[in-house]
């Protein structure tokens, strides 16, 4: 599922740089989390169906942590974040075109509790 009511994070094709026009649901997921402060979020990094497994595990990892620090660095507690790493495993769509890889390129936050 894509967003809900903390919104994806996506990426540029093999990148794991939160980019500029991202900010903004950043912003909005950082203020979800000031208003939830005993949330606890999974950040899930996803990558599109493109390269090996393995370095699409360590790309969505990546994408992963770079959320994490993102929220971090605007005062979200560190021990209120996890990551997990699916790769290209569990895509939204499964289209071979770049409208659907873009879609699967993100960082997806599960609420936790």
Do not use: M
Request: with cysteine; hydrophobic share 35%.
């Amino acid at each position: 599922e894509e967003d809900g009511v903390l919104k994806d994070i996506h990426f540029g094709y093999d990148s794991a740089e939160v980019e500029a026009g991202e900010h903004d649901r950043l912003a909005q997921n950082v203020e979800w989390l000031r208003q939830n402060p005993r949330a606890k979020v999974e950040l899930e990094g996803h990558c599109d169906s493109r390269g090996t497994i393995e370095f699409n595990l360590g790309l969505g990892a990546k994408r992963a942590k770079a959320v994490k620090d993102a929220l971090v660095a605007q005062g979200v507690a560190a021990d209120r974040l996890s990551t997990i790493s699916y790769g290209k495993e569990l895509p939204l769509c499964q289209d071979e075109s770049e409208a659907c890889w873009g879609r699967n390129r993100r960082v997806h936050a599960v609420i936790l509790k």
